[in-house]
């Protein structure tokens, strides 16, 4: 698992308003301005302080596609996207969300085979033995010096080994 977010208090406030965002749609549909605004003060946040949108709150894609790129509104199929299911041929299908505020339209694969790279095996940290981390002084290597005879001397190993 990894470390310690580096901004955690700014990952709570990101979190705070997509909650806060939600909430206001949940409780009056029509209220779409407020919750506008509250996805956009997320979005400046964000940009401000180069972060991701969330990516160690929620581990998924889900934060970023719920957002409209143009009108920094929250997509919520029903009450202020559309979503349909298309697809090119057999075997690829797609998802169209289009957002009721300005129209514009989100094209989102589904793979039921795709898997987020945070879930693979590869994006895990192992944790690492003391030993390996921590560079050995060996002194069996040789050196040249600027004459070109052969002079043994300490130096330090960074593979470890």
Known sequence: MAGPVKDKEAYQRLNYLYQAAHCVLSQNPENVELARFYCFTQKTIARR???RHCP???RDPSVKRALCKKCCSLLVPGVTATSRQRRKNSQTRFT???CLSCGHRKTLLNNPEHRLWVDQPEAQLESHKQSGDTPQLT???Q???GDGSPSTKSSVNPAGS
């Open 96 to 98: 169209v969300v289009r």
């Open 139 to 141: 002194s069996d290597h």
């Open 143 to 145: 050196f040249h010096d």
């Open 49 to 51: 302080l180069v972060l």
């Open 56 to 58: 160690h709150v929620n």
